[in-house]
């Protein structure tokens, strides 16, 4: 597997649920991104982590926690969402910041 | 923060004619601005970008323009052909910054 990897690419998950998404670089990037991509919106940046720390947190609310247990790996772990939380959450990795950023597939949420 | 707007929202071109894409931003000290495409059901994938000490970059088809004093910047396609069709993201940051803040989209139709 090559790139930015995304893990599920389809979830749907009730209010009350906790659920976590998962994604994988393979391209030795240093850096990694969440953002939200919502219907005729732009991307929205959540969160940022550079060396593994985090650099960034885009007034994202709470029931959004983000991981990064090394540099090849990021998660999103999420609780008690709401409907409006519904959108395409997309991954990615750069070089470093500053750099081109590549992005995974994405894992599509419905929340109901 | 930076605000980038971007227009048209959408735009239909008949195949073989080009397509224009403008971005204005508001930071002037963002000296980085790529372009990215997005086809139906597909990752965002950077087509071109600049920086700001040059005015102008093309890459075959693709061209890119960058005015820092009236903080705007486009994209022109040239020859469109129907694998063109997608929504296509413009972009800005410091550079040496982590943060890209992209603009809300154009979706292109390319006409056969």
């Known amino acids: 597997e090559t790139g930015v990897t995304q893990t599920p690419r389809h979830l749907v998950m009730g209010m009350t649920n906790k659920k976590s998404l998962k994604c994988e670089q393979h391209?030795?990037?240093?850096?990694m991104y969440w953002y939200k991509q919502s219907a005729k919106k732009p991307l929205e940046l959540m969160f940022v982590y550079s060396l593994e720390e985090r650099v960034e947190n885009n007034s994202v609310p709470s029931r959004f926690s983000p991981e990064c247990p090394n540099s090849s790996h990021l998660f999103l772990h999420l609780h008690t969402l709401q409907p409006e939380d519904s959108a395409l959450y997309l991954c990615?990795?750069?070089?470093?910041?500053?750099?081109?950023?590549?992005f995974g597939p994405g894992t599509r949420l419905t929340v109901l | 923060g930076e605000n980038v707007e971007q227009h048209p929202s959408t735009l239909s071109v008949q195949e073989g004619d080009s397509a224009v894409i403008k971005c204005t931003y508001s930071d002037s000290a963002s000296n980085y601005f790529p372009w990215y495409k997005q086809e139906l059901g597909k990752r965002p994938q950077l087509i071109i970008d600049?920086?700001?000490?040059?005015g102008e970059k093309k890459d075959q088809r693709i061209a890119v323009t960058l005015n820092k004093t009236a903080k705007h910047f486009s994209l022109h396609i040239t020859e469109t052909q129907p694998e063109d069709s997608a929504v296509y993201f413009c972009?800005?940051?410091?550079?040496?910054?982590?943060?890209?803040?992209f603009g809300a989209g154009t979706t292109v139709t390319v006409r056969a």
């Open positions: 990615a990795s750069s070089q470093a910041t500053g750099y081109e950023q590549f």
């Open positions: 600049i920086r700001s000490n040059v």
């Open positions: 972009a800005a940051s410091p550079g040496n910054d982590y943060k890209l803040s």
């Open positions: 391209l030795g990037h240093n850096a």
